[in-house]
């Protein structure tokens, strides 16, 4: 019975590696072209998995653009977690570390990609209720998140007493969405960090 627990415990494994690697290929695509500009084919070929293996995994595109956002917001909720998060920081250096974390991202693919959420929220919403329902509450789900940030940053004096923090926090992520489509189309860094100049100075933003 171990050995088949084994070899079992082996072949979930496989399989969840190669459904791992068809989104990471797939994630990459849609970064670059967008969700309806990438076709299963060029996926295909560029993960080198038969399409059998894609309908093994997914029930349609759809369903794989579903799997391609989770995956994504998972990851990107870590990093928030990672800088956001970090109480080993001041709570204006928590925020800095996450805004710095996607202008390294951006200069990483020079600037070819942006934040897939964002992309695909720009290009599905107003085309499938599904998508822009899940899209919807990843960005709420960011937006609280900053805005705890911005709690703790009040709590320690560190940014004015009279942000309001949920509104603080929505503003700063649709801020920040648009600064990424701007840096893409100008292949530039600048947006970003004028951004982050903007809303330092605005919150009142102090060092400790």
């Given amino acids: 019975m171990k050995v088949l627990d084994d070899w079992s415990n082996i072949k979930s494994m496989k399989k969840n590696d190669t459904r791992q690697h068809i989104i990471t290929i797939g994630a990459d695509l849609i970064s670059i072209h967008g969700f309806g500009s990438t076709g299963l084919n060029k996926i295909l070929s560029e993960a080198q998995v038969p399409k059998g293996s894609f309908y093994h995994y997914f029930k349609s595109k759809n369903d794989f653009g579903l799997a391609v956002i989770e995956t994504y917001a998972e990851e990107y909720e870590a990093r928030m977690n990672e800088t956001l998060g970090n109480e080993s920081l001041q709570p204006v250096d928590r925020l ?85 489509l701007r840096a893409k189309v100008q292949r530039s860094m600048l947006p970003l960090l004028r951004f982050e100049n903007m809303i330092l100075k605005q919150l009142g933003a102090v060092d400790q």
């Fill in 96 to 180: 800095r570390s996450y805004l710095r974390c996607s202008v390294e991202d951006m200069k990483s693919c020079d600037f070819s990609k942006g934040c897939l959420i964002g992309n695909l929220g720009q290009e599905l919403a107003s085309q499938s209720p599904l998508f822009r329902e899940r899209l919807d509450d990843i960005f709420s789900d960011w937006e609280l998140r900053i805005a705890h940030c911005l709690k703790a940053a009040q709590e320690t004096q560190q940014i004015k007493p009279d942000v309001d923090t949920e509104q603080m926090g929505a503003f700063i992520l649709s801020g920040w969405q648009g600064a990424l």
